[in-house]
């Protein structure tokens, strides 16, 4: 119901976009968000959008570098990333999220994607 693309290898100071496709009950929840893991770490968050409204959330370390949108007529939303930097490494995840708070919380999302590897290489 989360199908999530996009990933792929890119230099430091490339750029990628990711996309999540929603469907079923996924395209009518609260908020989308974009999590990521890299190896030996926990999940974290990266970015997150109020379906209503439009309102963002992201994390400090991608402040600038990082946006997210939407297209609400594809039920898809995206993220652009650029000035990608190694340590921006990692299985990133869209989610959903059907509560109208903890956009930025791994917690409070409902439906999760399958991760989409992004490499950036030195």
């Known amino acids: 119901q989360l199908q999530a693309s996009g990933g792929g290898l890119v230099q430091a100071g490339g750029s990628l976009r990711l996309s999540c496709a929603a469907s079923?009950?996924?395209?009518?929840?609260?908020?989308m968000g974009w999590f990521r893991q890299a190896p030996g770490k926990e999940r974290e968050f990266v970015a997150a959008?109020?379906?209503?409204?439009?309102?963002?959330r992201y994390t400090d370390s991608v402040k600038g570098r990082f946006t997210i949108s939407r297209d609400s007529a594809k039920n898809t939303v995206y993220l652009q990333m650029n000035s990608l930097k190694p340590e921006d490494t990692a299985l990133y995840y869209c989610a959903a999220n059907q509560n109208p708070f903890g956009m930025d919380t791994f917690g409070s999302y409902d439906f999760w994607g399958q991760g989409t590897l992004v490499t950036v290489s030195s």
């Open positions: 079923g009950r996924t395209a009518r929840t609260y908020a």
């Open positions: 959008m109020a379906r209503s409204g439009g309102g963002t």
